[in-house]
T-cell receptor, first 116, second 109 residues
Framework: DAGVIQSPRHEVTEMGQEVTLRCKPISGHDYLFWYRQTMMRGLELLIYFNNNVPIDDSGMPEDRFSAKMPNASFSTLKIQPSEPRDSAVYFC??????????????FGPGTRLTVL | EDQVTQSPEALRLQEGESSSLNCSYTVSGLRGLFWYRQDPGKGPEFLFTLYSAGEEKEKERLKATLTKKESFLHITAPKPEDSATYLCLVGAGSYQLTFGKGTKLSVIP
């Protein structure tokens, strides 16, 4: 299996622009997670999906952030409008249904976002 | 509020010098504790899952243990390739997942 795939790997944009991050989970996995990592705050869970349905988005920092999962093999995280404080590495992770939410997660390589 | 604290923040070891990393947690209803390794520029890589106090898991030079308040990651005779940041993830209560900030381990040849 190719593992969790994220694109782009790097994104540089200007404040106010829309940013879309993409994720393809491992085939057969039922949970998908979006995380953000910064030096100050470490890794933070933003939102997670179960069977393509958003379950908990309490970690999404503001209304500027939105996430969708239109099918089992694709998810997007969108920031509109972007701000310099959104600069971070964004990770997508997926896990199998067996064991439920508390099963090991497999992470993608991340997208490094820089907002100027 | 759920809290997960890892210590130390950074650790330098000589090759072969064994040590332990700590992950202490204050949560309601532990559902699982996970250890991950993260290399620079990469996503976290899964190491272990522990579900109940007293449980232990081993893999090569690493051994993870769990009590009701904390978990230890013991590293025996580390090698330079063990250098990485080690992260603890705690799952608790109703779908709460909290990462610690990690311990950056450097193993010097």
């Amino acid at each position: 299996d190719a593992g969790v795939i994220q694109s782009p790997r790097h994104e540089v944009t200007e404040m106010g622009q829309e940013v879309t991050l993409r994720c393809k989970p491992i085939s057969g996995h039922d949970y998908l997670f979006w995380y953000r990592q910064t030096m100050m705050r470490g890794l933070e869970l933003l939102i997670y999906f179960n069977n393509n349905v958003p379950i908990d988005d309490s970690g999404m920092p503001e209304d500027r952030f939105s996430a969708k999962m239109p099918n089992a093999s694709f998810s997007t995280l969108k920031i509109q409008p972007s701000e310099p404080r959104d600069s971070a590495v964004y990770f997508c992770a997926s896990s199998r249904l067996a064991g439920g939410l508390y099963n090991e997660q497999f992470f993608g390589p991340g997208t490094r976002l820089t907002v100027l | 509020e759920d809290q997960v604290t890892q210590s130390p923040e950074a650790l330098r070891l000589q090759e072969g010098e064994s040590s332990s990393l700590n992950c202490s947690y204050t949560v309601s209803g532990l559902r699982g504790l996970f250890w991950y390794r993260q290399d620079p520029g990469k996503g976290p890589e899964f190491l272990f899952t522990l579900y109940s106090a007293g449980e232990e898991k081993e893999k090569e030079r690493l051994k993870a243990t769990l009590t009701k308040k904390e978990s230890f990651l013991h590293i025996t005779a580390p090698k330079p390739e063990d250098s990485a940041t080690y992260l603890c993830l705690v799952g608790a209560g109703s779908y709460q997942l909290t990462f610690g900030k990690g311990t950056k381990l450097s193993v010097i040849p």
